[in-house]
């Protein structure tokens, strides 16, 4: 066995008995739900390329707008058989080159749309992996980015990585790069699971890297998690918590895998007689929550996990949480600035998402226009249930008239929505005084069955969205 498993390998224990679902949570787990990381969701954007595009909003921007700004990098060095994401496999670097290169002149094309602003307060990189990019392109747009979107010195810079393939001169970009926080996509240390959806990664790279990283000031750590994966057990994502936790990462989510193989077609790689019912993701789920709560880590809003003295834990105890694309974040910026193919923005106005095909973005670029496809004008009535969709997810609890009241509303505008809320109120998943709706604690994982009572746009076929759990 090698030192560094060594070191961080937990000491062997009985196995958390995790509290079975009753069959009534378990009839709302089996809902095929949002996950609400926007009200309303991408399924409701409307064609915005052209002479649709929304290029007034990017200009409306206010010299007191401290912006963010998500940038998508839709490549991976390999292809993981759970995965949802807009990605793929570049088995020849030139394809990430000649992005790269479109990528730069979108950053410029951005640049000037924007009109006055504070500069950008957070940066993220998602995908994929970005660490598909090389170190040398990585800091190229990490720099551009900064220029042209002017990059606050205190700005958090995020960035997704895949830790097996994270080579030591990318990490030394990050530090060069002034990285500040990285999120290592985890999903389980069991190695049969690993194998079964195509995700080597032993705990050993992944405790390197994380070593790695800290070394070279990426001090903050996030780790992803998942339940439901074919063959996991509440025995095995409670070790793989366990093994997680002795990395010290300051927070973690913990996603449950949708299974959704007419949608994304190398998932019919996984079989469907390795994965769970209903009943078993519960379990697997509960495992990994106990283990984490017992790890001494504060539940935040549906999935996500933070040490006490996180950014992200403080935020939810003040009642500052916020949720979007990327999840739970701390991040108040008024707009939210779209970079690379599918990714989606946000501004006083509404969502704007680029093209998702990255043949159709480039073509844009190439014509000096920015890669806008889709967009989606927020009425009032869609931003007053998006606030009260956002605190239930945030805080569990939300003060529904004052909110209407707050938007411009009478403070019975969404009474028709709390009275949707009366199955969910005798099945003891949430309790209305007034207007005050609460979630009760035993019903956490069931917030979005709450939440979805205020979403007027929810469709009858519901199959594009995942299981509530």
């Excluded at 995700?199 to 750590?221: C, K, S």
Aim: with cysteine; charged share 25%; glycine share 6%.
């Amino acid at each position: 066995m090698s030192p560094i498993i060594e070191r961080y390998l937990p000491a062997a224990a009985a196995p958390r008995a995790a509290r079975p679902a009753t069959a009534v949570q378990l009839r709302h787990a089996d809902r095929n739900l949002p996950r609400y990381t926007s009200y309303p969701t991408a399924l409701a954007f409307q064609p915005g390329e052209g002479e649709a595009a929304p290029l007034d909003w990017f200009a409306g921007t206010r010299p007191e707008d401290v912006i963010s700004a998500y940038v998508h990098v839709p490549f991976c060095r390999r292809l993981c058989w759970y995965c949802g994401c807009h990605t793929t496999v570049a088995h020849e670097y030139d394809r990430i080159d000649t992005f790269q290169r479109v990528l730069e002149r979108e950053i410029d094309l951005l640049g000037r749309a924007l009109g006055s602003h504070a500069g950008a307060a957070h940066l993220h990189f998602g995908g994929g992996s970005p660490n598909a990019l090389s170190p040398e392109h990585f800091l190229k747009l990490l720099r551009r980015l900064g220029d042209r979107l002017r990059l606050r010195p205190d700005a958090e810079v995020a960035v997704e990585l895949d830790p097996a393939l994270l080579s030591d001169a990318f990490v030394d970009a990050l530090g060069e790069g002034g990285v500040t926080r990285a999120s290592l996509g985890v999903q389980t240390f069991d190695p049969i699971v690993q194998e079964k959806v195509n995700r080597i990664q032993p705990f050993e790279r992944v405790a390197a890297a994380a070593e790695r990283l800290r070394a070279r000031g990426v001090a903050a750590l996030n780790f992803d998690l998942m339940y439901g994966l074919p063959a996991q057990s509440p025995e095995n994502v409670a070790k793989s918590v366990e093994l997680a936790l002795r990395l010290r990462p300051d927070r973690v989510a913990v996603f449950g895998y949708a299974h959704v193989p007419w949608m994304k077609k190398h998932q019919v790689m996984i079989k469907d007689a390795d994965l769970a019912d209903v009943a078993g993701r519960w379990e697997q789920a509960e495992a990994a929550d106990q283990a984490l709560v017992a790890g001494g880590y504060i539940r935040i809003g549906l999935d996500h996990y933070a040490r006490p003295d996180d950014p992200l834990a403080r935020a939810a105890a003040e009642g500052r949480l916020r949720r979007n694309f990327q999840g739970y974040t701390d991040d108040p910026a008024p707009v939210l600035i779209p970079v690379g193919p599918s990714s989606i923005g946000h501004f006083r106005e509404g969502f704007v998402q680029n093209a998702i095909a990255t043949d159709a973005w480039s073509r844009a670029i190439a014509a000096d226009e920015l890669p806008l496809a889709r967009k989606l004008p927020l009425s009032r009535g869609d931003r007053l249930r998006a606030a009260v969709i956002e605190r239930l997810m945030c805080d569990m609890a939300a003060d529904v008239g004052a909110i209407c009241e707050t938007h411009g509303a009478p403070a019975d505008a969404l009474d028709a929505s709390l009275e949707k809320l009366d199955e969910a109120v005798r099945d003891g998943l949430c309790r209305i005084s007034g207007r005050q709706v609460e979630i009760a604690e035993d019903a956490r994982r069931l917030m979005r069955v709450v939440a979805s009572a205020f979403d007027e746009r929810l469709p009858i076929a519901q199959t594009r969205h995942a299981k509530a759990v």
